[in-house]
């Protein structure tokens, strides 16, 4: 049974012819009253205050499990971040090869037309020059 402030000061005892001084009971009890009514209020304020800080623990261990989870989520795309600028870096080389390939290409090809094309000037022109000189005949 929990007793209280006012179970205290209401308490009635029965009287006997040789008993204690009933002022004195009343005022003693008055006293004892008030001093656990004191007490009940700071167990209170105690609970409240406990309450809280065991919110605040909660909500500081949400916040390290929070950093920590965000830790791991930049690490992880630094380390996405990283994978991909160096496959990038590797694509670009690989790009720069093939344009290195392709411009060696074109200049072959383009050396070859010109000699086809001066190839065949001269043909053409050993050819008109033979009519010519067979026209003279």
């Not at 004892?32 to 605040?56: C, D, H, I, M, P």
């Not at 093939?98 to 000699?115: E, H, P, S, W």
């Amino acid at each position: 049974m929990k007793i209280k402030a006012g179970d205290i000061r209401g308490h009635q005892f029965k009287k006997s012819w040789r008993g204690y001084d009933p002022v004195e009971v009343r005022y003693f009890l008055e006293m004892l009253a008030e001093e656990f009514g004191s007490l009940q209020e700071r167990l209170t304020q105690y609970e409240r205050e406990s309450e809280a800080r065991a919110a605040l623990s909660q909500t500081a261990t949400s916040i390290r499990e929070a950093r920590q989870q965000a830790q791991g989520i930049v690490h992880d795309a630094e380390s996405v971040a990283a994978e991909t600028l160096k496959n990038a870096k590797a694509d670009r080389e690989e790009i720069k090869r093939t344009v290195d390939k392709l411009i060696i290409q074109r200049d072959k090809l383009v050396n070859d037309i010109q000699t086809i094309v001066k190839t065949a000037s001269q043909l053409i022109e050993a050819y008109c020059t033979e009519e010519d000189f067979n026209e003279d005949e």
